[in-house]
């Protein structure tokens, strides 16, 4: 989380796509930048080998006024999906605010998409932050491929914690679903540093309260 | 309901007030604080030339990634880094854990000149930096506030 600066009116949130190597992180950002009013965004800086694989991050700066009264400026990352990068994703989610997970829906990648989210965990257990604490969003890509597993079992995969998360069916190729899921991850994270956000939500109600037997129950017991 | 660090109006006038005087004495072009996640806190100096945001992320990136360089000759991380180019060059150092000084000079002054006051510099920003941490502002909006319609549009 950074400082706000109340001279110059402005937000700064970090969203930084987070997946698997090939999945379509850079895909995402590439086609955002190349849509987008030019006016809203800066330049695309892609850090990448000669073979087009992101080697240290992607970063692509948006601005938006979504905040009566203030510039919001929202910094979105991508991450290097090859394992062997760890601790540049660990850099790169140094101070983040919100995420997006970007699956491979193929069947064969079902593997690294456990592997990725596992390691997304335990980067962010590293900063003492629980997956939890974070706005997230979950992307089915690459759904034009036909080798793909159903939406259900990727959630069941992906997106069976206590807390479920929005996922979209995404073709970051053709930009189905792109500008939907970093809109519904800017709105999750907004509201988190609203006001509104505060009000205390009802406690649930114990499912089961374990009860101490009485002295009287133990010994009947024991005889 | 997350309340997020904030810089007020006086705290940043402190703040260009240090960097400012930083400036004229080292004669760099500008000067820019951040955060270690890349953010920008505050900036002085001649913005015209560059983007800032930009400069920001790649200067955490540059920090953090030589950090496991410093660890092989036993040190916790280089305390500055310096990126000499033919006309204008970058000086980047340590204010405190969380936080990094970007100095971006040219032909007027020396490396050593830079160096010299940043140090100083540093010093005084991290101060002021913890008195805000210390007992700070924290900023949060009404939900109203925030707009209906989709943040990002796809043109």
């Given at each position: 989380m950074s400082i706000i600066n109340y001279a110059s009116r402005e937000i700064q949130f970090k969203i930084v796509y987070y997946g698997p190597a090939l999945c379509?992180?850079?895909?995402?950002?590439?086609?955002?930048?190349?849509?987008?009013?030019?006016?809203?965004?800066?330049?695309?800086?892609?850090?990448?080998?000669?073979?087009?694989?992101?080697?240290?991050?992607?970063?692509?700066?948006?601005?938006?006024?979504?905040?009566?009264?203030?510039?919001?400026?929202?910094?979105?990352?991508?991450?290097?999906?090859?394992?062997?990068?760890?601790?540049?994703?660990?850099?790169?989610?140094?101070?983040?605010?919100?995420?997006?997970?970007?699956?491979?829906?193929?069947?064969?990648?079902?593997?690294?998409?456990?592997?990725?989210?596992?390691?997304?965990?335990?980067?962010?257990?590293?900063?003492?932050?629980?997956?939890?604490?974070?706005?997230?969003?979950?992307?089915?890509?690459?759904?034009?491929?036909?080798?793909?597993?159903?939406?259900?079992?990727?959630?069941?995969?992906?997106?069976?914690?206590?807390?479920r998360v929005q996922s979209f069916e995404v073709i970051s190729s053709t930009?189905?679903?792109?500008?939907?899921?970093?809109?519904?991850?800017?709105q999750i994270l907004l509201h988190k540093f609203s006001?509104?956000?505060?009000?205390?939500?009802?406690?649930?109600?114990?499912?089961?309260?374990?009860?101490?037997?009485s002295v009287a129950q133990k010994q009947s017991a024991a005889v | 309901m997350n309340a997020i660090p904030c810089l007020t109006i006086e705290d940043v006038a402190n703040l260009d007030g240090i960097l400012g005087n930083f400036l004229t004495k080292a004669e760099a072009e500008l000067t820019v604080v951040i955060d270690r996640g890349g953010n920008v806190i505050s900036q002085f100096g001649d913005m015209t030339v560059m983007d800032v945001t930009i400069i920001a992320a790649l200067a955490a990136g540059s920090f953090a990634a030589t950090k496991e360089?410093?660890?092989?000759?036993?040190?916790?991380?280089?305390?500055?880094?310096?990126?000499?180019?033919?006309?204008?060059?970058?000086?980047?150092?340590?204010?405190?854990?969380?936080?990094?000084?970007?100095?971006?000079?040219?032909?007027?002054t020396t490396v050593g000149l830079v160096r010299f006051y940043s140090a100083s510099t540093a010093q005084s920003v991290a101060a002021l930096l913890k008195s805000l941490s210390n007992g700070g502002h924290g900023f949060s909006f009404d939900a109203s506030d925030i707009t209906a319609t989709p943040v990002f549009a796809d043109q």
């Open positions: 379509g992180k850079t895909t995402n950002l590439a086609y955002i930048h190349q849509r987008i009013n030019p006016e809203n965004r800066g330049d695309l800086v892609s850090l990448a080998t000669a073979a087009d694989r992101t080697l240290f991050f992607d970063f692509l700066p948006l601005n938006a006024v979504v905040i009566k009264g203030f510039v919001t400026k929202f910094q979105l990352y991508t991450v290097p999906g090859q394992v062997i990068y760890n601790a540049t994703r660990q850099l790169v989610l140094r101070s983040v605010d919100g995420m997006i997970f970007v699956a491979d829906s193929q069947w064969e990648k079902m593997e690294e998409n456990v592997e990725s989210f596992k390691n997304l965990e335990d980067n962010l257990a590293k900063q003492n932050i629980s997956i939890d604490e974070i706005p997230y969003v979950l992307q089915y890509n690459k759904r034009d491929l036909e080798n793909i597993a159903p939406v259900n079992y990727l959630e069941y995969v992906l997106n069976n914690r206590k807390r930009g189905q679903n792109v500008f939907a899921s970093l809109n519904a991850v800017s006001k509104q956000s505060d009000v205390p939500k009802a406690a649930p109600a114990p499912v089961a309260i374990p009860v101490e037997p | 360089l410093a660890r092989r000759i036993g040190e916790v991380e280089f305390n500055a880094l310096y990126h000499q180019g033919n006309g204008n060059h970058i000086f980047m150092n340590s204010v405190d854990d969380d936080t990094i000084m970007i100095t971006v000079f040219g032909r007027r």
